[in-house]
C-alpha cells in the first residue's frame, strides 16, 4: 500500500488529482498482428517473379492508354443512356397510368434479371435474327450497324436504365409531398413542379448510389471486352497474349482502373456537395481547403484543451 | 370581377369529400366577403383543413359545388354533371389563390429570396431582376429584409413561415388560405407570424385561416364558423361565438381550448 492510498480520499486536495486514461492493451495487440501480415504480404510480392519494368514500360503504352480511354468512353456513355432512361422509367413507374407503370416494371424485371454478359452478347449478336435495321427513314445491314461500340453502349447502357430507375424512384420518393402541394399551390404545373421543386432535392439521394453505379460501371465496361470491344482489361489481355507477361499487364490494367475510379471518387464528392446546398447550416470545407488551413496553422495545431502547447 | 361587387369571394354549397369510405366533409354550406377575415375553428379531424384545400383544388369535393370569387373551382358543370379540369385549368386558377401550410414547405435547395421569386418567374415569365425587386420588397414587408439570401433550414420556424407567407402574396392573390400558420410554432415564435397576418389583415386581403388561435380570431376576425365531424355547426361574429356559444359541441370544445 503506497503513502497516498493511506491518507484517505478526503485528504488529497481536488485539483492535484489527475485522471488516468484506460489503457487499450487490445489495440495495440490488434495494430502490431495486422502490421506483422502487411509486412509479410510486402515481403512476397517483393520476392515474387515480377518484372516490374514491365509494368512501368506498359502503363503508358499507346494501346492501354487508348483503351484507358474506350473504357472511360463507354462507361460515360452507357451512364448517360442509363440515366436518361433510368429516369423516365422511374417517372412511369410513379405514373398513374397502369400501362406505363406495367411497362416500366417489366423492363426492370427482364434487365435486372439477367446477367449484363448474356445482354451483352445478345446485342452483339442481333443480325442472328434480324439481317436488317429498317426504321423507315434509315435502312442498313445489322451486321453493320451492330458495332461492338454499339453493342457495348446498347448492353451496358439499358442494363444501368433498370438500376437507375429503381435509385431515381428512390430519390423521387423521398421528397416531402408537402413540397409537392407547395408548388401547385403557386400554380405550377406538374412538369414544372418535377423539374424546379422535386427533382433537385431528390438529387441528394440519387447521387451517392449514382457514382457507386459509375464506378461499378467502369469497372463492368471489361464485359464488352468478349464482344471485342477495345477497353482497357482487352488491350492488357491483348498485349499479354503476344509478350505472355499476363500478370504484369494486369497489374498495368488495375493501376488504370484504379486511377479512374479515384478521380471519379473525388468528382462525386463535389457534386455531392452542390446539391447538399441548403440542406445543411453550413457546408464543411473541402479537402483542399482543410489541407490548406491545416498548413497556414501547423504550428498552433498541436492544442489540449483549447490551450496552445 | 371588380372588387366593388358583391359576388362573395369564396362561396361553397353543399360541399361533400370523402376519402375511401369515410366521409370527411357533410355537406358544407357557407360564404366569404371579400375583404374579411374568415376564421375556420374546430377539433381535429373535424374537417376544417381539408375544406380549406378544396377551396384551391388540392383536394377534389365528391358532391356540390364551390366557387371562388364567382367561377366554380377545378370543375365546369354541364347539365348535372360537373366535369373536372384539365391540369393547366387548375393551374391558372390557383395562381391567384395563395396558401399558407401548417409546415411551412418552403423549398429547401432555394434561399429566402428564391422561394418567393420561384413562382413569378416560372408561372408568370416575370423577369429574374424585377422578381429579385419585388421578393425582395416582400420580405421586407414580412419584417425579414436581412434573411433574402438565407436557406431556409438557417431560419427559425416564424422566419420560416413569415417567409411562405411572402412566398404567396408573390402571384398578388386575391384570396390567402392558412391552414393552421402557427401549429407547427415554438410558443414564443407566434406573435410575429400573427402580427404578419394581422397587417395583412388591416391592408384588406380576403383570408381564410383555419387555426387554433381563438385570441387573434376574436381581435382579427371578421367571420368565425365552428365545424365538428364534417359539418358547420355554428357560424357568426367572431367575439359572438367565442363568448356566448349556442350549440353544445362549441360549448365542450371552446372550454377545452380558451
Same mark, same amino acid.
Given at each position: 500500500m &503506497?503513502?497516498?492510498?493511506? @491518507?484517505?480520499?478526503?485528504?488529497v486536495?481536488?485539483?492535484?488529482?489527475?485522471?488516468?486514461?484506460?489503457?487499450?492493451?487490445?489495440?495495440?495487440?490488434?495494430?502490431?498482428?495486422?502490421i506483422?501480415l502487411?509486412?509479410?504480404?510486402?515481403? +512476397?510480392?517483393?520476392?515474387?517473379?515480377?518484372?516490374?519494368?514491365?509494368?512501368?514500360?506498359?502503363?503508358t503504352?499507346?494501346?492501354?492508354? =487508348?483503351?484507358?480511354?474506350?473504357?472511360?468512353?463507354?462507361t460515360?456513355?452507357?451512364?448517360?443512356?442509363?440515366?436518361? $432512361?433510368?429516369?423516365?422509367? +422511374?417517372?412511369?413507374?410513379?405514373?398513374?397510368?397502369?400501362? $406505363?407503370?406495367?411497362?416500366?416494371?417489366?423492363?426492370?424485371?427482364?434487365?435486372r434479371?439477367?446477367?449484363?454478359?448474356?445482354?451483352?452478347?445478345?446485342?452483339?449478336? #442481333?443480325?442472328?435474327i434480324?439481317?436488317?435495321?429498317?426504321?423507315?427513314?434509315?435502312?442498313?445491314e445489322?451486321?453493320?450497324?451492330?458495332?461492338?461500340?454499339?453493342?457495348?453502349?446498347?448492353?451496358?447502357g439499358?442494363?444501368?436504365?433498370?438500376?437507375?430507375?429503381?435509385?431515381a424512384?428512390?430519390?423521387?420518393k423521398s421528397?416531402?409531398?408537402?413540397?409537392?402541394?407547395?408548388?401547385? +399551390?403557386?400554380?405550377?404545373?406538374?412538369t414544372?413542379?418535377?423539374?424546379?421543386?422535386?427533382?433537385?432535392?431528390?438529387?441528394?439521394?440519387i447521387i451517392?448510389?449514382? *457514382?457507386?453505379?459509375?464506378?461499378n460501371?467502369?469497372?463492368?465496361?471489361?464485359?464488352?471486352?468478349?464482344?471485342?470491344?477495345?477497353e482497357?482489361?482487352?488491350a492488357?489481355?491483348?498485349?499479354?497474349?503476344?509478350?505472355?507477361?499476363?500478370?504484369?499487364?494486369?497489374?498495368?490494367?488495375s493501376?488504370?482502373?484504379?486511377?479512374l475510379?479515384?478521380?471519379?471518387?473525388i468528382?462525386?464528392?463535389?457534386?455531392?456537395r452542390?446539391?447538399? @446546398?441548403?440542406s445543411d447550416?453550413?457546408?464543411?470545407?473541402?479537402?483542399?481547403?482543410?489541407?490548406?488551413?491545416?498548413?497556414?496553422t501547423?504550428?498552433t495545431?498541436?492544442?489540449?484543451? *483549447?490551450e496552445?502547447? | 370581377?371588380?372588387?366593388?361587387?358583391?359576388?362573395?369571394?369564396?362561396?361553397?354549397?353543399?360541399?361533400?369529400?370523402?376519402?375511401?369510405?369515410?366521409?370527411?366533409?357533410?355537406?358544407?354550406d357557407?360564404?366569404?366577403?371579400?375583404?374579411?377575415?374568415?376564421?375556420?375553428?374546430?377539433? &381535429?379531424?373535424?374537417?376544417k383543413s381539408?375544406?380549406?384545400?378544396?377551396?384551391?383544388? #388540392?383536394?377534389?369535393?365528391?358532391?356540390?359545388?364551390?366557387?371562388?370569387?364567382?367561377?366554380?373551382?377545378?370543375?365546369?358543370?354541364?347539365?348535372?354533371?360537373?366535369?373536372?379540369?384539365?391540369?393547366?385549368?387548375?393551374a391558372?386558377?390557383?395562381?391567384d389563390?395563395?396558401?399558407?401550410?401548417?409546415?411551412?414547405?418552403?423549398?429547401?435547395?432555394?434561399?429566402?429570396?428564391?422561394?418567393?421569386? =420561384?413562382?413569378?418567374?416560372?408561372?408568370? *415569365?416575370?423577369?429574374? +431582376?424585377?422578381?429579385?425587386?419585388?421578393?425582395?420588397? #416582400?420580405?421586407?414587408?414580412?419584417?425579414?429584409?436581412?434573411?433574402?439570401?438565407?436557406?431556409?433550414?438557417?431560419? &427559425?420556424?416564424?422566419?420560416?413561415?413569415?417567409v411562405?407567407?411572402?412566398?404567396a $402574396?408573390?402571384?398578388d392573390? @386575391?384570396?390567402?388560405?392558412?391552414?393552421?400558420p402557427?401549429?407547427?410554432?415554438?410558443?414564443?415564435?407566434?406573435?410575429?407570424?400573427?402580427?404578419?397576418?394581422?397587417?395583412?389583415a388591416?391592408?384588406?386581403m380576403?383570408?381564410?385561416?383555419?387555426?387554433?388561435?381563438?385570441?387573434?380570431?376574436?381581435?382579427?376576425?371578421?367571420?368565425?364558423v365552428?365545424?365538428?365531424?364534417?359539418v358547420?355547426? =355554428?357560424?357568426?361574429h367572431?367575439?359572438?361565438?367565442?363568448?356566448?356559444?349556442?350549440?353544445e359541441?362549441?360549448?365542450?370544445? #371552446?372550454? @377545452?381550448?380558451?
Open positions: &503506497s503513502l497516498d492510498l493511506d @491518507k484517505g480520499r478526503d485528504e486536495a481536488p485539483e492535484e488529482l489527475t485522471a488516468v486514461p484506460v489503457r487499450h492493451w487490445g489495440r495495440w495487440i490488434g495494430a502490431g498482428l495486422v506483422a502487411l509486412a509479410m504480404v510486402v515481403w +512476397a510480392f517483393a520476392n515474387a517473379k515480377i518484372n516490374w519494368n514491365v509494368v512501368g514500360d506498359y502503363l503504352y499507346d494501346r492501354i492508354m =487508348e483503351g484507358a480511354l474506350n473504357t472511360l468512353w463507354i460515360v456513355c452507357a451512364m448517360v443512356l442509363g440515366l436518361v $432512361l433510368g429516369m423516365l422509367l +422511374a417517372v412511369m413507374r410513379l405514373s398513374d397510368n397502369p400501362v $406505363l407503370s406495367s411497362v416500366a416494371y417489366g423492363y426492370i424485371w427482364f434487365f434479371g439477367t446477367p449484363v454478359l448474356v445482354q451483352l452478347v445478345l446485342w452483339y449478336n #442481333l443480325s442472328y434480324f439481317d436488317t435495321v429498317n426504321l423507315g427513314f434509315y435502312k442498313n445489322m451486321n453493320d450497324v451492330m458495332t461492338p461500340f454499339l453493342a457495348a453502349l446498347l448492353g451496358l439499358l442494363n444501368e436504365a433498370a438500376y437507375m430507375a429503381e435509385i424512384r428512390a430519390g423521387i421528397v416531402d409531398s408537402g413540397q409537392t402541394e407547395a408548388a401547385q +399551390a403557386l400554380g405550377m404545373n406538374g414544372k413542379t418535377m423539374r424546379r421543386i422535386v427533382l433537385p432535392q431528390a438529387m441528394r439521394v451517392p448510389p449514382s *457514382g457507386n453505379e459509375f464506378i460501371m467502369l469497372k463492368t465496361s471489361s464485359l464488352a471486352s468478349v464482344i471485342y470491344f477495345d482497357l482489361f482487352r492488357g489481355d491483348t498485349i499479354s497474349s503476344r509478350n505472355l507477361a499476363v500478370m504484369e499487364m494486369m497489374m498495368v490494367v493501376v488504370w482502373y484504379l486511377l475510379t479515384t478521380v471519379f471518387s468528382g462525386q464528392y463535389y457534386l455531392e452542390h446539391f447538399a @446546398k441548403g447550416r453550413e457546408q464543411p470545407p473541402t479537402p483542399l481547403r482543410r489541407l490548406r488551413q491545416q498548413l497556414t501547423f504550428r495545431k498541436s492544442r489540449v484543451g *483549447g496552445t502547447v | 370581377m371588380s372588387d366593388t361587387d358583391d359576388t362573395p369571394m369564396v362561396k361553397a354549397e353543399r360541399v361533400h369529400k370523402s376519402f375511401g369510405a369515410v366521409e370527411v366533409l357533410k355537406g358544407i357557407l360564404q366569404v366577403r371579400r375583404g374579411e377575415v374568415f376564421c375556420v375553428v374546430g377539433p &381535429s379531424g373535424s374537417g381539408t375544406f380549406l384545400r378544396c377551396i384551391n383544388h #388540392l383536394e377534389k369535393i365528391n358532391a356540390g359545388r364551390l366557387y371562388v370569387d364567382g367561377e366554380l373551382v377545378g370543375y365546369r358543370q354541364r347539365g348535372n354533371k360537373l366535369y373536372e379540369m384539365r391540369e393547366r385549368e387548375v391558372a386558377q390557383r395562381r389563390i395563395g396558401m399558407v401550410f401548417q409546415r411551412f414547405n418552403l423549398f429547401p435547395h432555394m434561399t429566402a429570396a428564391e422561394n418567393v421569386m =420561384e413562382a413569378p418567374v416560372q408561372v408568370k *415569365g416575370l423577369p429574374k +431582376a424585377e422578381a429579385r425587386e419585388r421578393a425582395e420588397e #416582400l420580405l421586407e414587408r414580412v419584417g425579414l429584409g436581412d434573411r433574402a439570401d438565407h436557406y431556409p433550414a438557417q431560419l &427559425s420556424g416564424g422566419q420560416q413561415q413569415r411562405a407567407i411572402a412566398r $402574396l408573390a402571384m392573390p @386575391k384570396l390567402m388560405l392558412f391552414d393552421e402557427t401549429s407547427a410554432l415554438d410558443p414564443e415564435l407566434v406573435g410575429e407570424v400573427l402580427d404578419v397576418m394581422r397587417a395583412l388591416e391592408d384588406g380576403t383570408m381564410i385561416v383555419v387555426t387554433h388561435e381563438m385570441g387573434f380570431a376574436r381581435e382579427v376576425g371578421d367571420s368565425l365552428f365545424m365538428d365531424e364534417g358547420v355547426v =355554428e357560424s357568426g367572431p367575439r359572438e361565438v367565442l363568448t356566448n356559444p349556442r350549440h359541441r362549441t360549448k365542450a370544445f #371552446l372550454s @377545452k381550448v380558451l
